[in-house]
């Protein structure tokens, strides 16, 4: 059973920044897909980054030119660089890995920007 866990969550002012880190307890040099969801109050889960392994960034237009995704293959970790913060970029913020065959989330950390 492979283990997410996602740290860097709070409380920050708009226009601050914050930066997420998904710890892996499985190498992600084989994963093939990496990404961070998000899921607000009364709102679907949304894609928010994702990482195609040997392919491309994908970003949501929201968050498009403010936030980076990014994998360590030493530290085994995906990051979210979050910059610019708005508001509307309140929720619990979910990590995402998949294998061949295999597919894990993290348990969430709460991100929430103050006006």
């Known amino acids: 059973q492979v283990q997410l866990v996602e740290s860097g969550g709070g409380l920050v002012q708009a226009g601050g920044s914050l930066r997420l880190s998904c710890a892996a307890s499985?190498?992600?040099?084989?994963?093939?897909?990496m990404a961070w969801y998000r899921q607000a109050p009364g709102k679907q889960r949304e894609l928010v980054a994702a990482?195609?392994?040997?392919?491309?960034?994908n970003y949501a237009n929201s968050v498009k030119g403010r936030f980076t995704i990014s994998g360590d293959n030493a530290k085994n970790t995906v990051d979210l660089q979050m910059n610019t913060l708005k508001p509307e970029d309140t929720a619990v913020y979910y990590c995402?890995?998949?294998?061949?065959?295999?597919?894990?989330w993290g348990q969430g950390t709460q991100v929430t920007v103050s006006s």
């Open positions: 990482d195609i392994r040997g392919g491309s960034t």
């Open positions: 995402n890995v998949r294998w061949v065959q295999s597919n894990y």
């Open positions: 499985r190498s992600i040099l084989s994963a093939n897909f």
